[in-house]
């Protein structure tokens, strides 16, 4: 067996996520918005910058030089210019406030006399700070409690808490995990949303009596003590009983607490609030919420009187299969809009077989369907009251890239429909505060960002930064190759990319490796030059020497509503994978189709192993980290929504377990045992049965990791690597030690 030469284990690391900052600059503008917008200051290298939409301009916020050199004097420490001790400023325009060597600094920009300061009251992480900032909401035991910033002053807002029925808390596997430890943090800020005028707070009470519990073990705790058991509670797809959100308000000026007087929410995976289910209006007079059905079928829009508790619906939607507010359950706020004061609704549904937006009147009266065609409203940027129109992102108005995101504008009637942003690109939107304007991310999978401050008439009005990937094509990488094919039924058209091995060669062969995420809540391919955490995973398996094909088969979001819809009864189906692979070889002669490989995590571990145990001909090898292997054990949420109801849909037909026995070819099993999302008993579950049948599998249990494995991401990632270089490619991995990450709040930050 060959060697394979060390260069390519060291190309492939300088690829890993924490290392993406050193290869390309300019590419991820977060704008840090100043007094509600539109002006806002932001981070590029070491530079601090200013920007002013309204006049156009974009500039540094002060003189680096000039200011390190004073902090330097005042702090008797050494201070690099083009590498400041502080990541964040205050700024009203005459000064500058920032935290650095244990100390906080003002620095007046007119003299640049930098002298020690008292910084502002301030939340903690585990707090959720008031509009104004001046106190803080926290979760003490069972209940929420309010303290002042200023003073520290703190005071009971619940009483009634206990360990079943907690309040601001969401479920189990989210609020305590092993991540937010090791970031230092006892637990999660609470579930909770603060009124505009910061005198209220919706939360809601968490109902999780008789939820089932499931035990994990710490086997070497902090202190070095005897290994500890964790009990969580976790329902199953099924289950009786799920945790469920009883919304309530709390009134900070009279203490009262108001009950919602309607049914619970269920939120078996996250609270209502995290994922901005729950709203308030504008002028705070009313809570609006969504509530869906279990089986997802029915979709509400109520209305949440703070005062009296009283709910009323405005207007219900159902379906034949399940009724989203969006595709995007990762990240997206719903596409639902109270304007016109609480007199209309602007509601987003697939019932035309596309996600397109609908006028509602409060009473449930269709006023008119807003936006129409074969493509999809992706997400709402704006609504402009006064001229009726509303601004969104749609896909599918770039012929052959459905994907990717166009900035558009239509009148609530239906009429005057433009496309702001003219090109192909991809857009990427941040809309100021104020809403004024918005900060547009223009890529493409192949073409670096380019970032500017938009108007809504699609001018620009600054240009912020050009992306430099110089560095990153130094590594060797080159940009994925798009490609479309059929999927498995012959005849619905599939995209994704091909990631090159490094110094790509066509005369040659390479090993394959299939790269997929099936989950129905996101998509597996993005549509900018970033693809996230699994694209950086796919560029440093490309820079082993495999071919990586990612793809969005059928069941992804993004696309048409029967599109989507198919993972219902089938979550996980490798078939469109198998059927790209086969179409891509036709044309490609330098994919060995002798040597292919899958490798996947969570819902992608669940369809490596399918995709191994129902194509044993074709993958030769799989590794399949923290997989869901069997859904009857995963969260009921995720199962019954995307897969169906128990009863309904097929669970053991979709079980890796119970159909261990047609594995053939090598397999890699890889879960950490704290992982709070999906249980490792799923990996347990499988392997056991594989024992049972005698079959050779090949298992890695990280005591201490999470789900992401944050902290062992360097060990993780060279087992991984070495186990599809020994068994797809064919070669004997080099003796190379990956750096561990440093790990910090700043870091996950940039990656997510």
Known sequence: MRHLDVTAYRSAEKLLPHHRHELVTGAKVRPM???????????????????????????PAFYHARLADALAKASGQEVDAAALPFTAIETDGGAVEFAAFGQYWRCPLDTYAVERAEPRPAAAFVELAAPGGARA??????????????????????????????????????????????????????????????????????????????????????????????????????????PLAELVVLDITTGSVVRAQAEPLPMSVVSPIMTRWVWWSPDGHAVYYLHQTRDGHGLSLRRLDPVTGR????????????????????????????????????????????????????????????????????????????????????????????????????????????RLTADDLDHEVVVAPDTSCFVDSASTTGIPPVTTVRHWDGR????????????????????????????????????????????????????????????????????????????????????????????????????????????????????????ALRQLAETRPWMDMDRVGVAGASAGGHQAVRAMLEYPDLYKAGVSSCGNQDLRHTHAGYGELYHGMRGEADYAGVSTVDHAERLRGKLL????????????????????????????????????????????????????????????????????????????????AAWF
């Open 33 to 59: 918005w100043i007094g509600g917008g539109p002006r806002f200051w932001y981070r590029a290298g070491g530079r601090f910058l200013l920007v002013d939409p309204a006049a156009g301009t974009r500039e």
């Open 137 to 242: 909401l926290f979760r003490r035991e069972h209940n929420l409690w309010l303290r002042e910033l200023g003073g520290g002053r703190e005071r009971a807002l619940t009483s009634d808490g206990e360990p079943d029925r907690e309040y601001g808390t969401s479920p189990d596997w989210w609020q305590n995990s092993v991540l937010v430890r090791r970031l230092g943090f006892p637990t999660m800020p609470p579930a909770a949303a603060w009124s505009p005028d910061g005198t209220r707070v919706v939360t809601h009470r968490t109902d999780q009596r008789g939820v089932r519990r499931n035990a994990f073990v710490e086997a070497l705790p902090a202190d070095q003590g005897p290994a500890l058991l964790h009990t969580q509670r976790y329902a199953y797809p099924g289950d009786e009983r799920i």
């Open 311 to 418: 709910v009323d619906t405005l207007l219900t939607e159902t379906g034949r299969t399940r009724v989203e507010p969006n595709q995007w359950a990762e990240g997206q706020a719903p596409m639902v809009e109270v304007i016109s004061g609480g007199g209309e609704v602007l509601w987003y549904s697939q019932r035309d077989g596309w996600g397109h937006l609908y006028l509602y009147a409060a009473d449930g009266t269709l006023k008119g369907q807003v936006t129409s065609g074969a493509w999809a409203v992706r997400q709402i940027l704006h609504v402009d009251e006064s001229r009726r129109v509303v601004y969104f992102t749609a896909s599918g108005l770039v012929a052959g890239h459905p994907y990717r995101r166009t900035v558009c504008r239509i009148g609530l009637d239906g009429d005057g429909f433009a």
């Open 460 to 579: 620009i009005l600054a240009e912020l930064e050009r992306a430099d990937v110089t560095a990153l094509r130094a590594t060797g990488w080159t940009p994925p190759e798009p490609f479309r094919v059929k999927a498995a039924d012959g005849r619905t058209d599939l995209y994704g990319l091909l990631h090159l091995p490094h110094g790509f060669d066509p005369g040659l062969r390479y090993p394959v490796v299939d790269h997929p995420y099936p989950g129905p809540q996101t998509n597996r391919v993005q549509p900018t030059f970033d693809q996230g955490y699994y694209g950086y995973e796919a560029e440093g398996m490309a820079a082993l020497g495999f071919v990586v094909v990612a793809l969005d088969g059928r069941g992804s979001p993004g696309r048409d509503k029967a599109f989507s819809d198919a993972s219902l009864g089938n979550l996980g189906d490798p078939a469109d994978h198998v059927a």
């Open 669 to 748: 099993l890889i879960h950490g045992a704290m992982d709070p999302n999906v249980l490792p008993d799923q990996t347990m579950r499988l392997a056991e049965r594989l024992i049972m049948l005698d079959k050779d599998v090949e298992m890695l249990i990280v005591p201490g990791a999470e789900h992401l494995f944050f902290g062992y991401e360097h060990h993780v990632t060279r087992r991984r690597w070495d186990f599809l270089v020994r068994h797809v490619m064919g070669a004997e991995p080099p003796e190379h030690r990956i750096a561990p990450m440093v790990f910090d709040a700043e870091l996950l």
